[in-house]
C-alpha cells in the first residue's frame, strides 16, 4: 500500500472491544486488577485484534539502519563507518538485539534504509537503501520529498510483508551513527521544546560533543521551522531513512490492525512523527522502555503512552523492545488462558477474598 492508502485504512480501536475485554478480565480467577498493566495490554490486545482470543503469533522485530548527513558536524563520538560495521554484527549474530530476539521468540530482520558505507553480503539483509545517508540539515533539507516518501513505503512495506506472514505483534528499532541528534531535531520541532531540553549524550557523546550537537539542532530548527506544514516536512527536513521506515512501519501496522511496540527514543520519534500522519495510530503502540535520554519523555507524552519497562537502557537496536515482548505474551496468556469462576467452580466472593 502507498501512504494515501494505508492512512485511509487507519480507524480508532472500538471502545466497545476494549469493554468486552474488561467484562472477561472480571469473570476469571483472581481478584479484580490483580494483574495490574497486564489486564490493560491484554484488553488493548483483545480490542486491535477485535477478538476475546486474542494471540501473539510470529513476533517479529525490524531493525532499520541508516545514516545522517549531520554527523559532518561531528555530533557523535564514533565515525559514521560503525553503522556498517555494526550491521554486519547483527548479521553475524553477535549484537544485543541478536541476544534479546533470541530471549523473546521474536523472528529479527535487518534493513538497510540509507546506509553510507558498503555492508558485505550476508544471509538475513534486506538492502533497500534509499540513497547513501541523508544529507546534512544545518545545509539543507535531509532528505527530498521523494525520499521521504520512500522510506515511510518502505516500512508500510515492511508492516505488510511481516502481518501477512502471520506476525500479529511486530516491534522496531534503528542503527544509525548520529540519530540521537536527528531525532532531537525532531523532538524540539513535535514538541516546541528548545534543543538544550531535549538533547541527550546517546553514544556517550562528552561535554563539547554535546555543544556541537545542540548547535546543530538549534541551527536546524532556525532554517527549517518556518518551512514546516505537515509532517511530511519534518521527516524530509530534519529526519532519516531509517526514522522514516519505522514511522511508515507504525502506520502499515496500525492500516493491518497489529500491535507495535516501540523502542526508545529515536524509535519513538518515529511514533510519534505516525502519530502526526493519523492520531488513530497511537492506538496500536506499546511503549517498550522508557530511555534515559531526556527527549523521550515528552514524545512518551505525545504518543499517549507509559512504558512498560524501566531498566535505564539507551542502547537502541529495538532491545527494549524485544525485551518487552514476553511481557505482551504473557498478558495475552493469561487473559486467554486462565480459568473463569464458573468453569473452575470458584465462588467470586472467595475470588475476591484471595
Known amino acids: 500500500m502507498n501512504l494515501s492508502d494505508t492512512l485511509s485504512k487507519i480507524e480508532a480501536v472500538d471502545a466497545q472491544w476494549i469493554e468486552q475485554a474488561r467484562a472477561r478480565q472480571l469473570q476469571l480467577t483472581k481478584p479484580t486488577g490483580s494483574l495490574g498493566r497486564l489486564e490493560e495490554i491484554a484488553n488493548r490486545m483483545a480490542a486491535i485484534q477485535r477478538t476475546l482470543s486474542p494471540a501473539v503469533a510470529r513476533p517479529t522485530i525490524v531493525v532499520f539502519a541508516a545514516d545522517h548527513g549531520v554527523c559532518a558536524e561531528g555530533v557523535n563520538p564514533y565515525p559514521q563507518a560503525v553503522t556498517a560495521q555494526m550491521v554486519a554484527n547483527y548479521l553475524r549474530g553477535g549484537a544485543g538485539i541478536n541476544a534479546l530476539a533470541r530471549v523473546a521468540g521474536a523472528e529479527l530482520e535487518i534493513v538497510d534504509a540509507g546506509v553510507a558505507y558498503e555492508i558485505p553480503q550476508a544471509p538475513g539483509l534486506r538492502r533497500r537503501a534509499?540513497?547513501?545517508?541523508?544529507?546534512?540539515?544545518?545545509?539543507?533539507?535531509?532528505?527530498?520529498?521523494?525520499?521521504?516518501?520512500?522510506?515511510?513505503?518502505?516500512?508500510?512495506?515492511?508492516?505488510?510483508?511481516?502481518?501477512?506472514?502471520?506476525?500479529?505483534?511486530?516491534?522496531?528499532?534503528?542503527?544509525?551513527?548520529?540519530?540521537?541528534?536527528?531525532?532531537?531535531?525532531?523532538?524540539?520541532?513535535?514538541?516546541?521544546?528548545?534543543?538544550?531540553?531535549?538533547?541527550?549524550?546517546?553514544?556517550?557523546?562528552?561535554?563539547?560533543?554535546?555543544?556541537?550537537?545542540?548547535?546543530?539542532?538549534?541551527?536546524?530548527?532556525?532554517?527549517?521551522?518556518?518551512?514546516?506544514?505537515?509532517?511530511?516536512?519534518?521527516?524530509?527536513?530534519?529526519?532519516?531513512?531509517?526514522?522514516?521506515?519505522?514511522?511508515?512501519?507504525?502506520?502499515?501496522?496500525?492500516?493491518?490492525?497489529?500491535?507495535?511496540?516501540?523502542?526508545?527514543?529515536i524509535a519513538t520519534s518515529a511514533a510519534a512523527l505516525a502519530v502526526r500522519f493519523h492520531p488513530a495510530v497511537r492506538d496500536y503502540l506499546f511503549a517498550a522502555h522508557r530511555s534515559t535520554e531526556p527527549g523521550h519523555a515528552p514524545l512518551l507524552d505525545l504518543i499517549g503512552q507509559r512504558p512498560l519497562l524501566d531498566l535505564e537502557m539507551r542502547l537502541g537496536e529495538a532491545t527494549g523492545a524485544a525485551l518487552a515482548v514476553p511481557v505482551v505474551r504473557a498478558a495475552v496468556e493469561a487473559f486467554t488462558c486462565m480459568a473463569t469462576f464458573e468453569s473452575a467452580g470458584v465462588a467470586e466472593a472467595a475470588g475476591e477474598a484471595s
Open 130 to 265: 534509499i540513497a547513501r545517508g541523508t544529507k546534512n540539515f544545518c545545509i539543507g533539507p535531509a532528505m527530498t520529498r521523494e525520499e521521504a516518501q520512500a522510506a515511510l513505503t518502505l516500512g508500510i512495506e515492511m508492516a505488510d510483508r511481516a502481518v501477512a506472514a502471520g506476525c500479529t505483534l511486530l516491534a522496531t528499532g534503528e542503527m544509525g551513527i548520529g540519530n540521537t541528534t536527528t531525532a532531537s531535531a525532531l523532538t524540539a520541532a513535535l514538541t516546541g521544546r528548545d534543543a538544550a531540553s531535549v538533547l541527550g549524550r546517546g553514544a556517550g557523546a562528552d561535554d563539547a560533543c554535546m555543544a556541537r550537537k545542540r548547535s546543530a539542532v538549534e541551527r536546524a530548527m532556525a532554517l527549517h521551522g518556518p518551512h514546516i506544514s505537515e509532517p511530511l516536512d519534518l521527516l524530509g527536513r530534519l529526519g532519516g531513512f531509517e526514522i522514516g521506515a519505522m514511522c511508515g512501519l507504525y502506520l502499515g501496522a496500525a492500516a493491518r490492525r497489529c500491535a507495535v511496540l516501540v523502542d526508545g527514543f
